[in-house]
T-cell receptor
Framework: AQSVTQLDSHVSVSEGTPVLLRCNYS??????LFWYVQHPNKGLQLLLK??????LVKGINGFEAEFKKSETSFHLTKPSAHMSDAAEYFC??????????????FGQGTTLQVKP | EAGVTQFPSHSVIEKGQTVTLRCDPI?????LYWYRRVMGKEIKFLLH????????ESGMPNNRFLAERTGGTYSTLKVQPAELEDSGVYFC??????????????FGEGSWLTVV
């Protein structure tokens, strides 16, 4: 079965310090992986996506994620947190092949708090 | 270009009433998805339309939920009769190419439903 696990429900960092949001996935097929962000009372915005090209993926707002097949991980990082990064982040896997149509499976979400 | 738009953004109804949520996908997107997040749970897939046809409705919780996409343009999701456990956020999403690796799925801002 395919699944996504976000290892932390809440992460708190100080402004200007690095951000690490952890994600592990389980998939029988070659997955496509995404990170989405949801700011308070807003919709889901795509941060970045991995589609079997480069394993280090750069996204918007200075975020990046590295696909590590051996560790089945896709952690999200940012060198320096900004107050505007405070939001909920979702690691997502999309399944292709064998009749799958790209249905998304979401992790539980990680709430990022950024302290001044 | 307009994104995925959803209406209403917020709705408060009494248990037993009916609510209809509407989604307008990005123009030209054949794929339309409904997802929802009930309180304290993950975002879960409900169903997937390709044009006007239901491709996958495996996530629909029960027969109180009815989704339509007449003419392959906008979609509606009707909940009748609404129950307390239906409270949550209903997201609509659309994409251009079905099942293509790396296919980006664009989300709307969600319809926040509260059943009292």
């Amino acid at each position: 079965a395919q699944s996504v696990t976000q290892l932390d429900s809440h992460v708190s960092v100080s402004e200007g310090t690095p951000v690490l949001l952890r994600c592990n996935y389980s998939s029988s097929y070659s997955p496509s992986l995404f990170w989405y962000v949801q700011h308070p009372n807003k919709g889901l915005q795509l941060l970045l996506k991995y589609t079997s090209a480069a394993t280090l993926v750069k996204g918007i707002n200075g975020f990046e994620a590295e696909f590590k097949k051996s560790e089945t991980s896709f952690h999200l990082t940012k060198p320096s947190a900004h107050m505007s990064d405070a939001a909920e982040y979702f690691c997502v896997v999309s399944l292709y092949g064998s009749g799958n149509t790209g249905k998304l499976i979401f992790g539980q979400g990680t709430t990022l708090q950024v302290k001044p | 270009e307009a994104g995925v738009t959803q209406f209403p953004s917020h709705s408060v109804i009494e248990k037993g009433q009916t609510v209809t949520l509407r989604c307008d996908p990005i123009s030209g997107h054949d794929n339309l998805y409904w997802y929802r997040r009930v309180m304290g749970k993950e975002i879960k897939f409900l169903l997937h339309f390709v044009k006007e046809s239901k491709q996958d409705e495996s996530g629909m919780p029960n027969n109180r939920f009815l989704a339509e996409r007449t003419g392959g343009t906008y979609s509606t999701l009707k909940v009748q009769p609404a129950e307390l456990e239906d409270s949550g956020v209903y997201f609509c999403a659309s994409s251009q190419e079905e099942g293509a690796p790396g296919n980006t799925i664009y989300f709307g801002e969600g319809s926040w439903l509260t059943v009292v």
